[in-house]
């Protein structure tokens, strides 16, 4: 049976992502908050991720090509807790479970939302990405409360951080690569969302606007949808753990020079260590044939 797994679909870039796979002939569970949606999950609390898992399998008869984790809260002070629970175990959480769907499938392909705030927020509390990290999403929430007006726009980060490193290092697993699904982050820098949008017309659309982006323009649901059915192709069958940032030349223009980074001498341990176990790990292939 098959099909495509995208969640957010209700509205902004998973929206557009999903209309794109229906136009192109796929099938397409759509999965959101918002009545209408094929699946209709809560994903910021437990039980909602766990019927959404459930209708997902159901309804992909035990085989996914592909996903694209869109669903996303974005800093709104307030409701960091809903930010962390989505951002991060709504994506990690249903990948983790419908990994055997992805994995009966021929190179399936999976795009998780990530963001450009991972290299552009500073003060981002190394603590709190690793509570995330470890999906102690209550914890994590608390200790970013109490970094008041900064809250909002921590929560985002650190989850954007959180739910990128996961991807990084699941991605290149057996589990994972060695399983034949091609799983990669895209990085959005500011796009005109219905969230953007509503940023853009409150009292603090100034500072909104004041955001650097070097394109003197922001992005669309379309230009992303257009970046997503690409890692979604088979142009992406080498693809395994990349981050495609999509942001207006924001990150190029904080950090010019962090980006491509050699290799330190402390990751030289690491590599060996890597290269002697890779044919336990069925990481060597024999290229004699191409």
């Known amino acids: 049976m098959g099909g495509f797994l995208v969640t957010g679909s209700a509205s902004g870039m998973g929206e557009q992502v999903a209309n794109r796979l229906r136009a192109d002939g796929h099938e397409v569970i759509g ?72 994995a009966a499938a021929d190179k399936a392909k999976v795009v998780v939302f990530g963001s450009n705030s991972t290299t552009s927020t500073p003060f981002v509390p190394r603590r709190v990405v690793s509570l995330l990290e470890r999906g102690e999403t209550e914890r994590a929430a608390r200790w970013i409360g109490r970094l008041g007006a900064l809250s909002a726009p921590v929560a985002y980060a650190a989850s954007k951080l959180a739910v990128s490193r996961w991807v990084r290092r699941a991605a290149v697993t057996r589990e994972w690569a060695g399983a034949g699904i091609r799983m990669n982050l895209i990085a959005p820098g500011p796009v005109l969302t219905p969230l953007l949008r509503a940023q853009l017309a409150s009292g603090s659309g100034r500072h909104v606007r004041s955001y650097p982006v070097p394109a003197l323009e922001y992005g669309t649901p379309e230009r992303l949808a257009d970046w997503v059915m690409t890692m979604l192709s088979p142009a992406a069958d080498f693809m395994v753990g990349s981050v495609v940032t999509v942001d207006g030349g924001t990150e190029a223009l904080l950090r010019p020079t962090a980006w491509p980074a050699r290799l330190p001498v402390r990751g030289v341990p690491r590599m060996l260590r890597l290269l002697r176990e890779a044919p336990r790990r069925g990481q060597v292939a024999d290229y004699s044939d191409i």
């Open 31 to 102: 999965v959101d908050v918002a009545d209408g949606a094929d699946v209709v999950a809560d994903l910021a609390t437990r039980e909602g991720r766990s019927a959404a898992i459930l209708a997902i399998r159901e309804r992909s008869g035990g085989v996914l090509d592909g996903a694209v984790m869109a669903a996303g809260v974005g800093a709104i002070r307030g409701r960091e807790r809903l930010t962390v629970e989505v951002n991060v175990l709504g994506a990690t959480a249903l990948l983790e479970a419908l990994r055997p769907q992805l």
